[in-house]
């Protein structure tokens, strides 16, 4: 049982930095392929990041790349998402999902494990 907690949401001001965590449980982290979706208000849950389970692979949306950063801190079993450049198209229930899966899939269904969201929203 993988168990996921986000935290790190807020409101920011458009062009504003903001960095979300994602707390996941076990010892073997760094086996896990982990990626963020959001979903904002009366939307679909869409795919924002993703990073392999070896760290070797990560993919961004087109929406994101470039203003978005993963990473993950294996020691404390943490993933990171970096956000700068936010704008107000941002703002969304940000989720940290994970998988055993060896690549980055971009849809949810892909994902058995999720945590419960963190709430960023970016004002104009």
């Known amino acids: 049982q993988v168990q996921l907690v986000e935290s790190g949401g807020g409101l920011m001001q458009a062009g504003g930095s903001l960095r979300l965590s994602c707390a996941a449980s076990?010892?073997?982290?760094?086996?896990?392929?982990m990626a963020w979706f959001r979903q904002g208000p009366g939307k679909e849950r869409e795919f924002v990041g993703g990073?392999?389970?070896?760290?070797?692979?990560?993919r961004y949306a087109d929406s994101v790349k470039g203003r978005f950063t993963i990473s993950r801190d294996s020691a404390k079993s943490t993933l990171y998402l970096q956000m700068a450049s936010l704008k107000p198209e941002d703002t969304a229930l940000y989720y940290c999902?994970?998988?055993?899966?060896?690549?980055?899939?971009?849809?949810?269904?892909?994902?058995?494990?999720w945590g419960q969201g963190t709430q960023v929203t970016v004002s104009s």
């Open positions: 999902a994970a998988t055993t899966r060896l690549a980055v899939f971009t849809t949810p269904n892909n994902y058995p494990y």
């Open positions: 990073m392999s389970g070896s760290g070797g692979s990560t």
């Open positions: 076990g010892r073997a982290f760094s086996s896990y392929t």
